[in-house]
């Protein structure tokens, strides 16, 4: 998957917690702050549900979703 793809679907997993099909991240802007407590647990249960990851095996994996970039670039590794 290329890191457009990449972006594009998780672009889509944080439309569909969100319940916001408008919902832009901007390239440097930190993911988490679309979502509340509840909204940031399902994220994370959908991104390792669709890419087959677990977040936590490492102690700077929650590290990867401080941008919408680093997000990307951390999956990408681990696809």
Known sequence: MT???TKNRV???AREVAGNQSLE???????LENFDSLGV???VTQLEQQF??????RPDDFEAMSSLDQLVAWLQEHD
């Open 11 to 13: 672009l889509s997993i």
């Open 3 to 5: 890191p457009e793809e």
């Open 41 to 43: 647990l399902n994220f």
């Open 52 to 57: 087959k990851i677990v977040f936590g095996e």
């Open 25 to 31: 991240i901007e390239e440097g802007a930190e993911v």
